[in-house]
């Protein structure tokens, strides 16, 4: 296998749950760009509208679907139109999730107050809707015998946030769901079908940016504890995950299976002292 055999994923058909966030957004141009057929899987028809008009404009092939992956139903029917489309799915993105402020401890909301739906809606958006969409899309891998899925854990998994409670048991359980799922599919299906997920450190994006830092871009005080517990003293940026995620899709990585893969500066390196 020559070195580009190593890296192509053309002509590929990827299925990305949350696929018009900005992370998985960027995911999703990244591997148009390389060739691959891209399904973008999301409950928000204003950026799906924005991501049909990009990725026309870029000739990227691709078809956005409105789906919400917490309904069984409306994934099945997304997986029908995908395959109309296109014909097979080849690998699928786990990377619809987020949090919720009411699932967030504060100086206003304490844990033994938190409300139980917040809990659950956050849970369940991360890890459900994780589960769900690989029943749904992971039986089509199954039946063709060969594919990739990819979770997205975050660093909130290694070392659960201050905060964050619903989020990083979660993430967790997503770690914990792709090791599980690696080896089963593994002994009752294929061996030549891989199961990994990514753990994102702290990206700084337009979403958070007002947590890490202040209108004049200074490090905010969760900024600065941040900085100081990464290594690489910098924030991360969507780009960053793009080598790592087109490694673990592509043939290159064809012994990488159930692994969690840190991108994070070194801040799950970091003890402290």
Known sequence: MNLEDFFSLKNKVAVIT????????????????LGVKVAILDLNEKELRKIDEKFTYKNIKHINIKTDVLDKVDIIEAKDNILKEFGRVDILINGAGGNKIEATTSSDLSFFDMPEEAIKWVFNLNFLGTVLSSQ??????????EGCILNISSMAAIKPLTKTVAYSAAKAAVSNFTQWLSVYISNNYSTNIRVNAIAPGFLLTDQNRYLLQDENGNLTARGKKIIEHTPLQRFGNPDDLLATVIWLLSPGAKFMHGSIIPIDGGFAAFSGV
Do not use: H, R, Y
């Open 18 to 33: 949350g696929g018009a966030g900005v992370l998985c957004s960027n995911i999703a141009e990244c591997l148009g760009e």
């Open 136 to 145: 749904i899309f992971g039986k089509e891998i199954a039946k063709q015998g």
